[in-house]
């Protein structure tokens, strides 16, 4: 005997809800799905009327049902928003290149602007590169923090109120899970929040806070959705896969227990003496960050040295390999320093030996001079000729240097001409201190504060 929907619509049910165990026809199901998210969206005050709003869209079935779900409701109850489609770009080969063909379909299906923004054009790495470095252990920690950031920074260029996000009921409580795993006291408090962004940052909010995954996956396939099912590449290693499939596992015997994990997540009392970060802007990007130099910035700065596990585990062992790292760089500087100090000085001298004031060397000793190589048996300078940039230039040796040592010429030029006694060459190995922009998101050096 088939099973009548539940709602007394006195239609056949096609499914079984996976939340509430009703069996359910396809419209019912439709309408309950819908009309959950639309209570969500009022009860927590999410949009404003007139709001532009950007939605995180990766192709995958959670965002390609929000986009869907968003604009059908801004219909039917006319909210009056403004949506548009934001994607990061990764830089993932046979994950995002693909998923972000999907994304432009729904651009197209929904007509909604689409912005994207990729990890190479921000920061100058691709996530292919980092893992290339950093190896396939915590690869998510440097695409979760580059993607936060990322989103932040193209919901600014659309000029957006807010980002909606398709995180899933099934997201939050894994999330919920391992915060209490790891004991993260102060993500555990965050992470249920259906809005977060502290002020002077663009907000977040989740409308598909308590749908379950499995409906919004049984929702694209009954409204025969397009989207990306494929999973990162990189994804089997992610910290978060064991709390996935311990939930999972979980639903099975009690399919409530993604509703009661963010229960209590939203009602668990964190103690008074327990300190929260406190919220501050990055004092090299600017963006928000509980530290003064933000994750992202020193995750990036990692890599650019050529230590990227940097920002990676206790700041103490950051700070410890940033010493070693910069005792390293002390010593080749000063290496390069003297080597240079030492062919600027034979190079001056022997290629304009005739005018050389000092009488140490002549036209005949010029072999000696240079085999031997001693700032002491050279005039250091002093010669009639030594305001003459081509020579200073003109010089192979030096410019290998220069090369090797990656020595800004100017300054070097500027320097010598100068006739400084302490002869001072600026070592430009790591470009120039606050030369970060916002817009290219690349950073040059940096002194940590941890
Ligand atoms: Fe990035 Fe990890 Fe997600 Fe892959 S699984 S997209 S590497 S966070
Ligand atoms: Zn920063």
């Known amino acids: 005997m088939p099973v009548i929907c539940r709602t007394g619509c006195g239609k056949k049910a096609v499914l079984k809800r996976p939340k509430t165990g009703d069996a359910l026809c396809k419209e019912c199901f439709y309408r309950a799905f819908e009309t959950e998210i639309h209570y969500t969206i009022t009860k927590g005050n999410l949009f404003k009327r007139g709001d532009s709003v950007a939605i995180g869209a990766s192709g995958g079935k959670d965002s390609t049902v929000l986009a869907y779900v968003l604009k059908l409701l801004n219909q039917q109850y006319d909210y009056g928003l403004n949506l548009m489609l934001l994607s990061i770009d990764e830089g993932i080969t046979g994950y995002r290149d693909d998923s972000l063909e999907t994304v432009k379909q729904n651009r197209d299906d929904y007509e909604m602007q689409l912005k994207i923004l990729s990890y190479k054009d921000l920061y100058g790495w691709t996530m292919d590169e980092i893992v290339a470095q950093i190896g396939r252990k915590n690869n998510c920690t440097f695409c979760g923090v580059f993607r936060r950031q990322a989103l932040d920074r193209g919901a600014a260029m659309l000029n957006v109120k807010c980002i909606a996000t398709g995180h899933n009921a099934d997201d939050i409580a894994e999330t919920v899970l391992m915060n209490v ?9 965050r992470c249920t929040a259906i809005s977060t962004g502290s002020e002077g940052t663009i907000p977040r909010v989740k409308p598909l806070k308590y749908t379950y995954e499995k409906e919004i996956v049984m929702y694209a396939h009954y409204k025969k959705l397009i989207y990306f099912s494929t999973e990162c590449v990189f994804a089997p290693n992610a910290y978060r896969g064991h709390a996935r499939a311990l939930l999972k596992d979980m639903e099975k015997i009690r399919p409530s227990c993604i509703m009661d994990i963010i229960y209590s997540g939203e009602t668990m009392a964190v103690k008074e003496e327990v300190s929260l970060p406190t919220l501050r802007n990055c004092v090299r990007c600017k963006f928000v960050s509980s530290q003064e130099i933000c994750k992202a910035c020193v995750l990036l700065e990692g890599l650019n040295k050529g230590l990227p596990k940097l920002g990676i585990g206790k700041s103490s062992k950051a700070k410890r390999m940033l010493a070693e790292y910069n005792s390293k760089q002390q010593t080749l500087l000063e290496n390069g320093k003297q080597e240079l100090d030492n ?20 036209n005949e000793n010029i ?16 010669c009639n000729n030594l305001n003459n940039k081509e020579n200073v230039t003109s010089s192979k040796k030096i410019n290998s240097l220069l090369k090797q040592y990656r020595i800004n010429e100017k300054v070097l030029n500027s320097n010598h001409t100068s006739s400084n006694d302490n002869n001072e060459v600026d070592l430009l190995l790591t470009g120039q201190e606050g030369s970060c922009s916002e817009t290219c998101g690349k950073i040059s050096s940096l002194h940590l504060g941890f």
């Open 181 to 189: 795993l790891r004991g993260d006291i102060a993500r555990l408090k």
């Open 367 to 382: 072999e000696l001079k240079e085999s031997v190589g001693n700032k002491s048996k050279c005039c250091s300078g002093k």
């Open 343 to 362: 062919n600027i000085a034979i190079n001056n001298c022997s290629s304009n030996s005739k005018s050389c004031n000092s009488g140490l060397y002549s």
